[in-house]
């Protein structure tokens, strides 16, 4: 039985420097024995199913699939690429569970940064988050959501959460809510 997954892929893309064409990542994701591959945008999101028919056989968890992702990339691009890769039940409940009002915010002001793994809100506790008001930020399954009404690019709480003390021993990479949704609408079976 195959399973719908994304793999997203961290700091590819932006900035002039580690380039993906998408074209070449699909072909690479098809050489580690995935199946119906699609990618979204050029910004490291990449759909695809496996299932116990793969090389080696058996089905991989989450955090296998990620790590032999980033190992091929590595081994054809040449660089190193934190990935993080979910099902679509995952990303369903993400959507599901936004504690903000997403139907009444511009995508622009809504964000989900994914981690590698559970966080827990020791982690945050240093964060002065009346001083960071009207942005505002809560944690979530593996995931922290960010409202941040004049966009991620001016958000000072979003600087504030990206920085060495919170993503310590993190894999983290954070999408805009459209990427969030069109990634539940690419996922489902």
Known sequence: MATTYA??????????GRKVPMAELRTLME?????????????GQAVFTTGSDRPGG????????????????ER????????????????????DDCPFPAAESAPKQLHVTYFS??????RFADVDRAAHLPEEFRLGDRALYLYAPDGLGR???AERLAGPRT???????????N?????????RD
């Open 155 to 157: 958000s000072r709480l």
């Open 167 to 177: 993503t310590r021993g993190l894999i983290a990479t954070t999408r805009n809510w």
């Open 76 to 95: 054809h691009f040449g660089f190193t690429v934190d990935v993080i890769v979910r099902d679509h039940a995952y990303l369903r409940a993400i959507v």
């Open 58 to 73: 058996g089905r991989a968890d989450e955090d296998t699939l990620a790590a032999e992702l980033a190992a091929a990339v």
């Open 31 to 43: 050489g580690l024995g995935h199946d119906a591959v699609r990618t979204h945008l050029q910004s």
């Open 179 to 187: 990427t969030v949704v069109k990634l539940v609408e690419l996922t």
């Open 117 to 122: 793994t559970a966080v827990d809100a020791d």
């Open 7 to 16: 793999a997203l892929l961290r700091g590819i893309n932006v900035g002039g």
